[in-house]
């Protein structure tokens, strides 16, 4: 071996694996064995996601709404009526 690149695969949020595609493909290009191939679904966990960026979106409001009392641009009254 004269080179070598490590490359790191990371999914956020996802369901099942690619594993068994990384291995149909090293096998269609000759650098693996065919044998004993099984493919298994793999996707989005589409629940996951949606509640990641719910808390995201909080955090969001958070963080503006404390800039916009420390800028003066909101007032602790306003704030309460929220």
């Known amino acids: ?3 070598f ?3 790191e695969l990371q999914a956020l949020d996802t369901t099942g694996t690619i594993w068994p595609h990384r291995q ?3 096998a269609d290009t000759g650098v693996l064995a065919s044998d004993n191939i099984v493919l ?3 996707g989005m966990n589409w ?3 949606a509640k990641t960026t719910l808390v995201q979106m909080h ?3 958070e963080l503006d709404t404390m800039i916009a009392l420390l800028e003066g641009k909101l007032s602790d009254k306003t ?3 929220l």
């Open 79 to 81: 704030l309460l009526q």
């Open 59 to 61: 955090h969001k409001i």
């Open 40 to 42: 298994k679904p793999f």
């Open 1 to 3: 071996m004269v080179d």
């Open 24 to 26: 149909t493909f090293l």
């Open 47 to 49: 629940k996951m996601t």
């Open 5 to 7: 690149v490590g490359i």
